[in-house]
């Protein structure tokens, strides 16, 4: 199975900006989710595949999160600028086999919280 750590979460102000890394022990195609207390997880931002360009965002973020990756690597990143209040929730790197499988590997998740 493919195992993924997150890092880069913390404490920031709104209007700032945060990196978040996710390093995973093989090669997938990954992506983010998160989930704030008390309501579903959902889907931020996504990337389909090592080589390819594709990348997928939920509206809520296009324009302030970008997802890239590093193949060599085997490390995706999410840079979060303009940061809001409602961005606040535990972030997950996900992972999957292919682009036509549910996503099925977790990371433990990385705190992001913006105060205002």
């Known amino acids: 199975q493919v195992q993924l750590v997150e890092s880069g979460g913390g404490l920031v102000q709104a209007g700032g900006s945060l990196r978040l890394s996710c390093a995973a022990s093989g090669r997938a195609f990954m992506g983010w989710f998160r989930q704030a207390p008390g309501k579903e997880r959902e889907f931020v931002a996504g990337?389909?595949?090592?080589?390819?360009?594709?990348?997928y965002y939920a509206d809520s973020v296009k324009g302030r999160f970008t997802i890239s990756r590093d193949d060599a690597k085997n490390t995706v990143y999410l840079q979060m600028n303009s940061l809001k209040p409602e961005d606040t929730a535990l972030y997950y790197c996900?992972?999957?086999?292919?682009?036509?499988?549910?996503?099925?590997?977790w990371g433990q998740g990385t705190q992001v919280t913006v105060s205002s």
């Open positions: 990337i389909t595949s090592w080589s390819g360009d594709s990348t």
């Open positions: 996900a992972a999957r086999p292919n682009t036509f499988s549910a996503y099925r590997y």
